[in-house]
């Protein structure tokens, strides 16, 4: 099953952290380039992070560089988002993608993931 699972979500005031979890549900022996992406009502999903299959790069949209860091634990095959210095604009429902497993690199392009979780919601209150 590669389909992921996303947790971690919550309530936080701005300025305050989270740290979102992108994991199977159930154990493999692959790691996969995955991606972070959110989606604001109204809005359209808008792109956040990825970090490689072998772990070795990592991007990020503008708007988080310096407040959001990915990073997986490849012995557990999970990916984290740490979330740091969260401001309202933040608040959107967070989804994990997975690229095929041929993939080093990871997309800013939604469309290049083919494995989704169903999202955990992130609200960021002033």
């Known amino acids: 099953q590669v389909q992921p699972v996303e947790s971690g979500g919550g309530l936080v005031q701005a300025g305050g952290s989270l740290r979102l979890s992108c994991a199977d549900s159930?154990?493999?022996?692959?790691?996969?380039?995955t991606g972070w992406f959110r989606q604001a009502p109204g809005k359209a999903r808008e792109f956040v992070s990825y970090?490689?299959?072998?772990?070795?790069?990592?991007y990020y949209v503008d708007s988080v560089k310096g407040r959001f860091t990915i990073s997986r634990d490849n012995a557990e095959k999970t990916v984290y988002l740490q979330m740091n210095s969260l401001k309202p604009e933040d608040t959107a429902v967070y989804y994990c993608?997975?690229?095929?497993?041929?993939?080093?690199?990871?997309?800013?392009?939604?469309?290049?993931?083919?494995?989704w979780g169903q999202g955990t919601q992130v609200t960021v209150s002033s």
């Open positions: 993608a997975r690229r095929a497993a041929m993939y080093e690199i990871g997309s800013s392009s939604d469309g290049s993931y083919d494995y």
């Open positions: 970090i490689s299959r072998s772990g070795s790069s990592t």
């Open positions: 159930q154990r493999t022996f692959r790691n996969y380039a």
